[in-house]
């Protein structure tokens, strides 16, 4: 028992959880501030993933000038995105975000481009630089039921520093005038440009940054693993808007709490079903199903959530954004 | 894909048995409840199941019948590479997952005939935090012929033919789903993602009655689009309807569709587990020099008889004609005395109906799997904006178009990117024509 | 009265003395309907004037195109002498050509000061940049909101100020919404039916603030179906008909005008502006 709830603890603070939860910052900005249908978080930290890890492997660029190169790729994904649908209907963004998602996932896993993206088998050891500067005396560092070592506590402080850094610059922008053009332009842009804003700059804008935010979640994901293409699919991104759900997407602090509630509850979930098909206490599914079951319960507790509470746990009912 | 995963199948059967008397699926041999195994790389998910994976290609085509053995924590399988040459392996998650380490190894004598790997037969695989990991063989190279495609054309015009006739093979079967999504999308503005699982639902149950129940193709195609009507219908009257009546905003839909397509899906996995279900071996045609499957021409055919019923339905009858009312402006066709949601109730029949019929061809085209429909449904979705959403005209040209680019496009880039060509000619033509090909203008900025 | 408006006699599209805003060939077609053929009008400076006109007249479809909300298929026009065809909405507005909506935009998720500050032109801190550094945009924050303040408490609505604009009535978000234009600092004030929705009791008082803009020096042109306010307020009226400007002049001749009668007995016979109350006036 200590174990698994040891597990779904550790979960509240994985670099995954983190980038979780740093990608939904920017969809935070994106559809909680500023109302875009960004169907396509994936895609930005698919960029952020294969521009890091394709500068290092590849390019054999430094940690830095390797970050500097996703996060140029990723404006540039980010303008590639905007100019077509941010002067049309909400939901033509949401089509072509995903599209481009998907369109980004089939490039990077071709064979063809296995040279340079590792096809199928995606990308590996590109952090040697990353845990070169963990100034952690190595060794194993034990509480309670966790062992971590220097590398696995320093991709933690990391991570869950720059989740911080990004929450507060995104607390500062929407309490400031740029975020009062966003706020209103949610609601209702025409009335925004009837007052001199140029609407389709500050919606770029908010897709930059925002898209920013997810590839440099997109980077925190993959430092201390791997790069795999199958994980860029519609379901991170889903995932992600579950989180942001969850949380509230016209909050700040929703995405960050969202991310440690959702992951915390699956492991949760999959851990205490997965000793019960052990201990022969649940007869319905094989340990092979487990995951189904974890996935059908994502998609309900969505359901549920954008049903009944839409404004998600810390969010202000009058605040909330969801288009008439 | 490998039947040597599954595990526990008796309480399984007994437990699903319950579920299956909705979709009477019970009587399924043991294979219905077997491997729940998530699909190869490239299959679209990121998952909190823990899978190793890989493709075994010669020559660009994946091979079958390959043996593999893994072995790690808690795992000890043999596994059978499927007819695309896929492998895939759920293994156990322990207290140190994430950082086990499995090995897979590969049985030489099952390799085809003269060929040699490169380097040993065996690979360590790591997850190292991720939930997925894979691992690939290859083969000393040779010069390949015929690289690339499934099937082998003699000469250069005969892959122009056959890629000519699958992409208006897939623009048919593409139409009839894009038109339901476009009716629903048209009548209540519901941008239905969940749409693809009607697909779906409609391919396993026409294999489901077909080969596991053993009854006539024809017959089971009928209770399949029988069982999708029932889906559709059972949707709009269960959530879309509350829905509307709460007033709950479009987005706030789309969203909850969202949720339904996870939660219908993933139930699709667990019911007949993640491996394709061949649905079709039949005899081959021969025609205009090109070799095809029979069913797929028969299926092109019924395809356009059942456009053209549609069409006459919409423009020759009074519930087709308050169809095109409601869809066109819901309240001004209620200020003329139509009752909305009587159409709305008929339109999801309808759509449904339609989005049945394309399952059972997608079913037949491309064999049935739990995410068959997801993995066509950016396809309809392309569709649809490329008509320029919400009307029916539009989605069926915007659906030949589609399904052309898809299957011309391998002509001259690896099969595996044939869809996102398809999708980025889509993006391109918004960034010209944002109303789409037949679309009305929705805005200007 | 004294016609110190119009250069010449009151015809459709005359010349006027000191127009600021002129319109050519202005056409805008939906599919096969031509929504709006405007061949010329001038709208005179300082002035209110009204654009009338029964239901599907063009009239806001006229707006839309003026103020780069709507693209027309031919036509130019120019305000205070700049040419504004195919000139972004939001151009347009910072020109000094600030409009309000038939059915009104406040935002209802922002507080009414908040609302008012929106209306601000020109602020640091709505640069991306700017914003994350408070102390650059603090002190045009508060000059702006002083004004806010100001204009708030003229159309009554400051004991209102930090609440959510989704609080108010529906004539409140008129004013509302007609005081945030009025943050832009306009030269042209375009209204868009502002008398819609309102109870009777504000009506008054949104009269008298409309009269206020021009005491200041600004031009108003609005749309409006209601006679009693078309004749209490305006200097000028146009009356448009099937996208055509059918008829000018202040608002006591044009009332008597056979082809404003026309226009509006043929568009509906059981409207409350019958021919003989309009024969009646004066």
Known sequence: MDIIFGNAVDWLFQPITAAYALAAIGIALHFGFTGLLNFGQAVFMAVGAYGFSISVKVLHFGFWPSVLVALIASVIMAFILGIPTLRLRSDYLAIVTIAAAEVFRFIVSTTSAQPITGGPQGLNEYSNEFWAMNPIPAGHYKFWVWDYTQDDIFARAVSWGLVIGFAILLAILVRSPWGRVIKGIREDEDAVRSLGKNVYSYKMQSLVVGGLMGTVAGIIFVLPTSVQPGNYGTTLTFFIWTILLLGGASTVLGSIVGAMIFWSLLSLTSDLLSAGVDNGVITFISQNQIGDIRFMLVGIGLMLLVIFRPQGIFGNKKELYFNA | MNQSMSRNQRPARKWLGILALMFAFLLGGSQLAASAATPAPGGGDISTTFIISGKIVDCGVGIAGIKLHVTGPGTDAQLVTDKKGFWTIQVPTTTQYLKDKFTVSLDKTSLPKGRLLKGNAERTVVFNMVNSASTSFKFVPITCTNAGGQTKPSESENSFLLALFNGINLGLVLAMAAIGLSLIYGTTGLSNFAHGEMVSVGALSTWFFNKVLGMDLIFAALIAIAIVTVFGYGQDALIWRPLRKKRIGLTQMMIVSIGLSMVVRYFLQLLFGGDTKVLTQGATWSIAGISMPALNVICAGLSVLVLVGYTLFLTKTRIGKATRAVSDNSALAASTGIDVERIIRIVWIIAAVLTGISGVFFGLYQQASWDTGFFNLLLIFAAVTLGGLGTSAGAAVGAMIIGLLVELSTLFIPADLKIAAALVVLILVLLVKPDGVLGKKQRIG | ?282
Not at chain 3, 120 to 149: H, V, Y
Not at chain 3, 223 to 242: F, G, K, L, Q
């Open chain 3, 1 to 282: 009265m004294p016609n110190d408006i119009a250069k010449g006699p009151a015809t459709p599209g005359c010349e006027k003395v000191d127009p600021i805003l002129v319109a050519n060939n202005v056409r805008r077609q939906f599919g096969g309907n031509v929504a709006v053929d405007v061949e010329h009008v001038e709208i005179p400076r300082g002035k209110i004037t009204a654009l009338i006109g029964p239901n599907g007249a063009g009239k806001t479809t006229f707006f839309n195109l003026l103020t780069g909300f709507d693209q027309p298929n031919s036509g130019e026009w120019s305000f205070d002498g700049k040419n504004l065809a195919g000139v972004a909405a939001y151009k347009v507005s910072r020109m000094g050509m600030v409009r309000t909506f038939q059915l009104t935009k406040s935002l209802n998720m922002l507080t009414v000061m908040e609302n008012m500050r929106l209306g601000a032109q020109k602020q640091p801190g709505e640069s991306l940049l700017r914003a994350l550094f408070k102390p650059l945009w603090r002190k045009n924050e508060d000059t702006i909101t002083i004004t806010a303040s100001e204009l708030l408490s003229r159309f009554k609505l400051d004991a209102k100020a930090d609440d959510f604009a989704a609080s108010l009535s529906g004539g409140q978000r008129k004013l509302l919404e007609m005081a945030r234009a009025l943050m832009t600092k306009p030269k042209l004030v375009m209204l868009d039916e502002p008398m819609a929705g309102v109870n009777p009791a504000l009506t008054q008082s949104l009269l008298e603030h409309i009269k206020g803009l021009k005491a200041e020096g600004m031009t108003v042109l609005f749309v409006e179906h209601d006679m009693h306010m078309v004749r209490n307020i305006s200097d000028w009226v146009i009356v448009m008909a099937e996208g055509k400007i059918v008829a000018e002049g202040p608002p006591n001749e044009v009332m008597k005008n056979p082809a404003v009668i026309d226009a509006y007995l043929g568009a509906h016979h059981d409207s409350d502006l019958g021919a003989d109350k309009i024969a009646k006036g004066n």
